[in-house]
């Protein structure tokens, strides 16, 4: 029996076609895949947060830099 590795991106991006195509050989191997979908799920939640923090974190900088380096408001922040 040879065992083919399946490449995760793909996977991921394809997961219903995936599970379709895995679930005509082993209902019990597609179902396998639930913890990659919710991994998927949570990574792409993680990422989307990171970068509403670095637009956050860019936006305060852009705004301190506009900002007079010798004044309160500079200091505050």
Wanted: charged content about 30%; cysteine-free.
């Amino acid at each position: 029996m040879t065992q083919n590795m399946l490449d995760l991106r793909y996977v991921v991006d394809n997961l219903a076609e995936v599970r379709a195509s895995i679930g005509r050989r082993s209902a019990k191997d597609a179902a396998l895949l639930d913890p990659i979908s919710a991994l998927a799920k949570r990574r792409l939640a993680l990422i989307q947060q990171q970068q509403a923090k670095a637009a956050e974190r860019n936006s305060a900088s852009k705004e301190m830099s506009r900002l007079d380096k010798s004044s309160a408001d500079f200091a505050q922040r």
